[in-house]
Nanobody, 125 residues
């Protein structure tokens, strides 16, 4: 079993950048495909980005494509989400998640087996 802890959230002005980090412990993250999801108040959890175990395959939600970049460093047991050109609609709690089917880049939160506690991102306009 793997434990996930997100960090790097905060308050930023529209147009600014943040980099979220997800630290894994208990098991190497190379066993998992990884995803980032977000949830704003009153909304369902939505897919943001995902990356296969090797980093060779990634997928993004249309709403973040070209602005966000997911990456991973398996040697450090870390996954990252670089967020640029932030908009007020990006405001949400961001979660990282691990999928035991490590070759599958999935947009479905039900495919993910482990979740972090989330980190708040607030973008002021």
């Amino acid at each position: 079993q793997v434990q996930l802890v997100e960090s790097g959230g905060g308050l930023v002005q529209a147009g600014g950048s943040l980099r979220l980090s997800c630290a894994g412990s208990g098991r190497t993250l190379s066993f998992y495909a990884m995803g980032w999801f977000r949830q704003a108040p009153g909304n369902e959890r939505e897919f943001v980005a995902a990356i296969a175990w090797s980093g060779g395959s990634t997928y993004y939600a249309d709403s973040v494509k070209g602005r966000f970049t997911i990456s991973r460093d398996n040697a450090k047991n870390m996954v990252y989400l670089q967020m640029n050109s932030l908009k007020s609609e990006d405001t949400a709690v961001y979660y990282c998640a691990a999928n035991r089917v490590r070759t599958v880049v999935s947009v479905n939160p039900n495919d993910y087996n482990y979740w972090g506690q989330g980190t708040q991102v607030t973008v002021s306009s």
